[in-house]
Structure formats: C-alpha cells, structure tokens
C-alpha cells in the first residue's frame, strides 16, 4: 500500500548534478528500507544506493561511490538522490523503492528484494 513518486530527473551535461526526489506515502516511511535502483535500455535494472529506515545505515554500487549519495527525510516522508560528476554511462531510468520487511542492518541490493516502486524519473546526460 505503499506509493512512490519520483521526481528530479533531467538532461545535464557530463560532469553535472541533479537531485532526485522520491515521495512516498504511508504511515510507516520511517520504518522501511529505501532503495534506488536505475535502468539504462536493455539492460537490467541495477542498484545504485540503498538505506536503512533511520537513515544511519547507507550503501552504494560501486560505480557510484563518492559521487551519489542517498539521504532521507522521514518527516516528510521523503527519500533523496544526490548525483553529482555525472557521466554518460549514468543516464537510465531511476526508480525508487520500498522493502517493507523487517529491517536489517545493511540495505539489500537485489530488486526482488524491494515490494514497491515508483515510476521512474528519467536522467540523461549528454557528452
């Protein structure tokens, strides 16, 4: 029951930034896991970066690392994507994603791990 809505996405050219926006509904934001995931043309759906309902526990693809970062508000049941020194090889659909399980202490990097989805914001960067 829950619903996800992203926003954010864009064209930027390499070496640029956005920010992604995932609102979500629900009473219970703050107890899920929060992943976001991207899907270039083609190829599968891949995780980009995932965190714990508190927040305090945070993990990235390492294509990713040092250059996106993933944060939430649980106040305004919200979850972020920071993407910075884009490139090429970023540009995908980016869905986020709630796992309603019960948490543990890293978030799980498999789609089939996640039981909800937005729509996806598309990022295209251009060379």
């Known amino acids: 029951q829950v619903q996800l809505v992203e926003s954010g996405g864009g064209l930027v050219q390499t ?25 270039a043309p083609e190829k599968e759906r891949q995780f980009v970066a995932g965190i714990t309902g508190s927040g305090i526990g945070t993990r990235y693809a390492d294509s990713v690392k040092g250059r996106f970062t993933i944060s939430r508000d649980n106040a305004k049941n919200t979850l972020y994507l920071q993407l910075k020194t884009l490139n090429p090889d ?16 890293v978030p799980g990097v498999k789609a089939s791990e996640y039981d909800y989805w937005g729509q996806g914001t598309q990022v295209t960067v251009s060379s």
């Open 15 to 39: 070496g640029g930034s956005l920010r992604l926006s995932c609102a979500a509904s629900g009473r219970s934001f703050g107890s899920y896991t929060m992943g976001w995931f991207r899907q």
């Open 90 to 105: 970023d540009t995908a659909v980016y869905y986020c994603a709630a796992d309603l399980r019960p948490p543990y202490q």
